[in-house]
């Protein structure tokens, strides 16, 4: 993960505390890419934080993160850099958790 804030070492930064989105970059690492069985994962993990989720594959392609569909049309395959941008009054926690969720590979998508 690339913090794009300083808010990544367990306490809110000064973003979380005005009301600013907290972002983080991520490279998808998955060989499979972020295909179905991830995907569903993140969905399901954003639906659970109050704070809005917000993914970007490039700058002009943004997407709600707690939706299936709007994953999907990101394409995401191995290698693609995707930036989360998180607003609300769980973003840290949100973050945190689904950025770890994307760098997550289950051992049937190991090569």
Do not use: Y
């Not at 399901?44 to 490039?58: N, P």
Request: hydrophobic share 35%; glycine share 10%.
């Amino acid at each position: 993960m690339q913090p794009l804030s300083d808010s990544t070492n367990g306490q809110q930064g000064p973003q979380a505390m005005n009301g600013e989105p907290l972002r983080a970059r991520v490279t998808i690492t998955n060989p499979q890419g972020l295909h179905m069985r991830p995907m569903q994962a993140f969905v399901t993990l954003a639906g659970q934080f109050r704070s809005t989720v917000q993914v970007f594959k490039e700058q002009d392609q943004r997407v709600d993160g707690k939706s299936m569909w709007g994953l999907l049309s990101l394409g995401a395959e191995q290698g693609t850099e995707l930036t989360l941008e998180v607003c609300g009054p769980d973003q840290q926690q949100a973050l945190e958790a689904l950025v770890a969720c994307l760098n997550w590979i289950p051992e049937e998508d190991e090569q």
